[in-house]
């Protein structure tokens, strides 16, 4: 079973940046799936934004572009997200899961903006 553990939330200004990471215990399959960044904002359904394929290619959703990047490191099973500029429409709980997603998601990790 995939178990996916996201760290690295916290509190930031408006502004500020944070850098997510995931680590994916998934055994062999990791390398060889797309994975990507989703939020969930209260009251909003869960999001995807922020993808990357088992190649490298990177896709995001409009309201981040150019503002964080998505990468991974396919040695460490671990899947980054660097946010910077962030907004005050960006706080969430930030899960990451392949894409398409898998049913088991993580607990994901809180990220607060203050303005």
């Known amino acids: 079973q995939v178990q996916l553990v996201e760290s690295g939330g916290g509190l930031v200004q408006a502004g500020g940046s944070l850098k997510l990471s995931c680590a994916v215990v998934?055994?062999?399959?990791?390398?060889?799936?797309?994975m990507g960044w989703y939020r969930q904002a209260p009251g909003k359904q869960r999001e995807l934004v922020a993808a990357?394929?088992?190649?490298?290619?990177?896709n995001y959703a409009d309201s981040v572009k150019d503002r964080f990047t998505i990468s991974r490191d396919n040695a460490k099973n671990t899947v980054f997200l660097q946010m910077n500029s962030l907004k005050p429409e960006d706080p969430a709980v930030y899960y990451c899961?392949?894409?398409?997603?898998?049913?088991?998601w993580g607990q994901g990790t809180q990220v607060t903006v203050s303005s």
């Open positions: 899961n392949f894409v398409p997603p898998t049913p088991s």
């Open positions: 998934s055994g062999s399959i990791f390398r060889l799936n797309g």
């Open positions: 990357i394929t088992s190649g490298g290619i990177a």
